[in-house]
């Protein structure tokens, strides 16, 4: 059990719709997008920068920003299912 921060993420921000992409801290501190598609997939994320955060996912593509919310990556997708999808 010591080895659970291993696997817990920060959600920072997710984009809105049937198809949620979230943008996620991960333990080493990288920012990164995980994809419905993909099941949240820790192996198919796409790094990305603090900067892309506000200018582009906040800024042109109304991503919501949440506050940092952890929670463990296996369980991304009961997650969505739980908390943004029942919202649609």
Known sequence: MGD???NE???LA???GRYPILVVE???GELRTFYYET???P???KPVTEDWLRENAIGRHSF??????EVSIPTLRDYVSRELLEES
Not at 64 to 69: K, S
């Open 43 to 45: 192996e198919q994320t």
């Open 9 to 11: 993420a920060r959600i």
């Open 64 to 69: 919501i920003e949440v506050p940092p919310r």
């Open 26 to 28: 991960v333990p080493s």
């Open 39 to 41: 099941g949240y997939d």
């Open 14 to 16: 997710y984009s809105p």
């Open 4 to 6: 659970t921060t291993q």
